[in-house]
Structures are given as structure tokens and as C-alpha cells.
């Protein structure tokens, strides 16, 4: 591939509004000519990931955990600590995501900016960032089935949600978000828009219910109370674990890294996407946090309910509020599992395009109409489909197979980050951190090790089937197939990202 040009850059992590930037110069400089339409302005960027990182259904789909691993303590401080951590996450990924504004992201980077084994980094990164994107679509919308039913309890007592029911509600879900991906960027991108007013007037609208209509609220030391129901003795270990209900949230943020061959001004607008996210995500994320921790009644018979939050809703504003707010929540989560498919799509898109997945000519295929990857956007759908069925028969099962989802995309995230940190002479982009790059590189690998290590530790105590955490076996199981592939037959075939030509040559592939 022809040495990478860009145009003037500046040392300023946030540059002037006025600084003009080719995003098609910058893509045929990798090698790669313009096959998507660019209709995602700044805000767009941002939305999607907001969307996919996703307070509302993040928080209420693993308060109930926190509150049995470490209590308020942990969920308040924690959150506030663990949000600092990502934030450095984000800058080291938005500083690549400037460099190399392309669809194929995480692994794209990892090829260039790997001193050797270009193919082998790239292959990894780009399955372990499949794999936890297919999880992350296949978990969420499960969720979002589960959050359904228990709306429809709330309305109909008599009704019984079994798995059966769980797994063709999430179908139907996969089935409708997979229909509103088919249809042109301009549609997703205003999806994405509305589902961020949706969270952040859906946030208000809870904190607000949850502050002013209880006639009780906890006291402010409340903040301090610890519980460790995990069943291991030692406090601080049940106090770690509680650290994931905020690193379960904080994911996908990759999403505005993989929409940057369709973001105007993405070597700027891509990595500003990310901080946003995050940033905003961080602030009302801890406001919504506050307020369901201080609205807490009965603090064991929350914690032991099936799904914790929705007691606390029911405990502080009766049966009728509680179930007009659930309605909020299960609209974040179907947002939420929609902004996830679109992110695996253009993965998908990518890691096809450069050869790296079977069928790959059929899956990087661009609709001539809606000027997207809609075969891509089917595969997107049909894999999270995969790891649901199993929950038909056990919800043992499902989890084993989507247990992978944030491991492998934390794992995904910390690959290009540590290889531009063994670079001297890393070639950043228009947004960068200057001299503090590698630093926050050092300190983003350092937490995605800490927090992936907290993963893969047993969660509850005693360990049976149920509640064994099976990430570790899961991850294994890809990496070993990942691996055997790679040395039966991909090393052969796959050296990392390609190059279709030099500029001039990609440049007239362009799709008009």
C-alpha cells in the first residue's frame, strides 16, 4: 500500500472547526475507494455510539448485580472511577480512530500498526471484535425480550414468560432491526438522533419521577453502604466484581470508529464521537445512578427480586409509574440493539472486504439503491440469532455463548492501542494527544487487563452450572478456532488489510 498521506495536522487533540479535511483523499490513501455514502454529520457519530454505550439499559440491566456486589458504595464511586478509566480508553482509541478513519477500525489498525505479524494482529483483533459485537446484539435484545415480558406480567398477571417465548420475542426484535438497517444511512442516521433524545429525556423522566413523587428517600450516607451477597467472604473481591456493572455499560463506543467511511470529516468527527459517548454517558449515567440507589425502599427484597430495578420502580412509585417508565427502558434497550447491529454491519463490511471471513465477496457487497451493505447487514442479524437458540433450552447455555461479548471487544479495543504504544513514530491524525498519547495508551491497556482479568473471575459463590462464569471457555473457544483457521489455511491467504490500488487508481472505483 502507497505511504499514508494526510493533510496538514495539528498538535491540538481538538482542532479548529475551520480545518478542511478530504475524507475521500484520506481513504484512497489506504488503499481503499469510496463504496458508502457519507451522511453521518458529527452529531450522527456520536449518536451511535451514546446509543449503543446506552445508560439506560446498560444500568438497569446490571443494578441488580451491583447491588449484591458491593452496594451503593461500589455502584456510586465505582461508576465514577471506572468512567475515568474508560474515558482513557476512549482518547487512545479516538487518537487511532484519527489515523485510520476506516470501516474495519479496531483491526484495520491493528495490521498498520503492528511492527511484524501484520496479518496475524489484524486477523484477531478482527474476530474478537465479531465475536463481541455478535454478543453484544444477541444479549441486548435478549434483554430487551426479557424487559418485555415483564411488562406484560406487570399488565396481565396471569401471564407466564417462558424461554421459548424470550427467544421468538428476540427473533422478531432481530428481524425488525435488521429491516431498519436495510434501508439507506439517512435512515439509521435519523434512528440514531431520535434514540438520543430518547435517553436523555427517558433519563430525565425516571430521575425526576424517582426524586420528586417517593415520599422517602435515603439518606445521604447511604451512598456509603456496602453489601457483599456474592457469596465469597472476602469484601473486596465481591467489591471488585461490583466494578462491572460500569464496565458492562461502557461498551461499543468502537461504533463511531466503524462509521467512519460514512462520517463527514471523520478524522476529526470519528474520535470526537467517542469521547462524547463516553463523556456524556459518564455525567448522565451517574445521575440515573444516584437516583435509583437513593429510591431504594427495601434494600433486600430489591436485591433478591428478579429484576432488582424494576422493584425499586414498583417499591417507590407504584405499579402504574413503574410500568409507564419500563416502557422507557425497553425502547433504550431496543435502541441500544439496533445501534449494535449497525456497528457488527460495517465491521463486517470491512473484514470482508479485505478477504477475511467466508463468503467475504458476498458480505462486502453494497446495494447499488440504498448504498449499503445489506447482505452484511443479514449476517448481522443471523449470528446474534445463533448464540440465542440455545437459550430455547438453557439459559445456562445462552450465557455461556454471549459471555464473550465484552471480553472480546475490551480485548479487541486493547490490541491496536498497545501496538501504537511500542511505535516511535506513530503517524497520528488530525485529532491526537501530542506528547500524552502514549501515556494514555499505557494507562488503557493497563485497565482493559484489569478489567478483563474481573470478567473472567467466578461472579457467585457456590459455583454450580448456573452460576458459573464461562467467559473464560467461551473466549477460549474462539481464540482456539480462530487459531486453528488461521494456521489450516488464513495465514496463506490473509496479510491484513489490502490495498485495491494507489490513490488515483481507487479514487476511479469509486461507487457514484
Excluded at 427502558?329 to 479485505?354: E, W, Y
Excluded at 488461521?486 to 489490502?498: E, I, K, S
Amino acid at each position: 500500500m502507497s505511504e499514508r498521506t494526510f493533510p496538514a495536522r495539528s498538535q491540538n487533540p481538538h482542532p479548529a472547526d475551520s480545518v478542511t479535511l478530504d475524507d475521500d483523499a484520506t481513504l484512497h490513501a489506504m488503499g481503499y475507494p469510496r463504496k458508502l455514502t457519507r451522511r453521518f454529520r458529527a452529531f450522527d457519530n456520536f449518536a451511535i455510539s451514546f446509543t449503543i454505550i446506552n445508560i439506560i439499559s446498560g444500568i438497569f440491566s446490571s443494578f441488580g448485580f451491583g447491588m449484591n456486589a458491593g452496594g451503593p458504595r461500589i455502584l456510586i464511586f465505582g461508576w465514577i472511577g471506572v468512567s475515568i478509566m474508560v474515558l482513557f480508553v476512549g482518547a487512545a482509541m479516538g487518537e487511532i480512530a484519527s489515523a485510520y478513519p476506516t470501516s474495519g477500525a479496531l483491526y484495520f489498525s491493528a495490521g498498520k500498526l503492528a511492527k511484524r505479524h501484520q496479518g496475524a494482529w489484524s486477523w484477531y483483533t478482527g474476530w474478537l471484535n465479531f465475536v463481541g459485537q455478535v454478543g453484544g446484539t444477541a444479549a441486548t435484545n435478549f434483554a430487551a425480550a426479557t424487559f418485555i415480558q415483564a411488562f406484560i406480567s406487570m399488565q396481565w398477571p396471569s401471564y407466564e414468560s417462558t424461554p421459548q417465548q424470550t427467544v421468538g420475542i428476540t427473533a422478531a426484535i432481530l428481524l425488525l432491526q435488521a429491516l431498519a438497517n436495510t434501508y439507506t444511512v439517512r435512515l439509521v442516521a435519523v434512528v440514531n438522533r431520535i434514540s438520543v433524545w430518547w435517553l436523555l429525556i427517558g433519563m430525565v423522566v425516571i430521575v425526576g419521577a424517582l426524586t420528586v413523587i417517593p415520599d422517602h428517600h435515603q439518606s445521604p450516607s447511604f451512598a456509603l453502604h456496602f453489601a457483599n451477597n456474592t457469596g465469597f467472604t472476602q469484601a473486596i473481591y465481591g467489591g471488585m466484581l461490583g466494578l462491572l456493572v460500569t464496565s458492562w455499560t461502557f461498551t461499543g463506543f468502537d461504533g463511531s470508529f466503524h462509521m467512519s467511511e460514512e462520517t463527514v470529516k471523520a478524522t476529526v468527527n470519528a474520535p470526537r464521537g467517542i469521547m462524547r459517548a463516553i463523556s456524556y454517558s459518564a455525567i448522565t449515567g451517574l445521575i440515573l445512578m444516584l437516583a435509583l440507589v437513593y429510591a431504594i425502599r427495601d434494600y433486600g427484597h430489591a436485591a433478591s427480586a428478579e429484576a432488582p430495578p424494576v422493584q425499586i420502580l414498583i417499591d417507590a412509585l407504584g405499579q402504574n409509574t413503574a410500568s409507564f417508565l419500563l416502557l422507557i427502558v425497553i425502547g433504550a434497550m431496543l435502541f441500544c440493539g439496533l445501534a449494535n447491529m449497525t456497528s457488527n454491519t460495517r465491521q463486517i463490511f470491512a473484514f470482508s472486504r479485505d478477504g477475511a471471513m467466508p463468503g467475504s465477496r458476498w458480505w462486502h457487497s453494497v446495494s447499488a439503491r440504498t448504498r449499503t451493505p445489506v447482505k452484511a447487514v443479514w449476517l448481522a442479524a443471523a449470528c446474534p440469532l445463533v448464540l440465542v437458540l440455545p437459550g430455547w433450552w438453557s439459559h445456562t447455555a445462552f450465557t455461556a455463548v454471549v459471555s464473550v461479548n465484552v471480553v472480546g471487544l475490551f480485548l479487541a479495543y486493547a490490541v491496536p492501542i498497545f501496538l501504537r504504544l511500542r511505535l516511535d513514530d506513530f503517524q497520528a491524525g488530525p485529532w491526537n494527544l501530542g506528547r500524552y498519547g502514549k501515556p494514555v495508551a499505557a494507562i488503557a491497556v493497563t485497565w482493559i487487563l484489569i478489567s478483563n482479568v474481573l470478567f473472567m473471575l467466578p461472579q457467585a459463590s457456590p459455583i454450580t452450572p448456573e452460576s458459573f462464569n464461562y467467559a473464560p471457555i467461551a473466549l477460549a473457544v474462539v481464540l482456539i478456532i480462530a487459531t486453528v483457521w488461521w494456521f489450516a489455511t488464513a495465514r496463506q491467504r490473509f496479510q491484513g488489510p489490502v490495498s485495491y490500488g494507489r490513490p488515483d487508481e481507487v479514487a476511479a472505483m469509486d461507487l457514484i
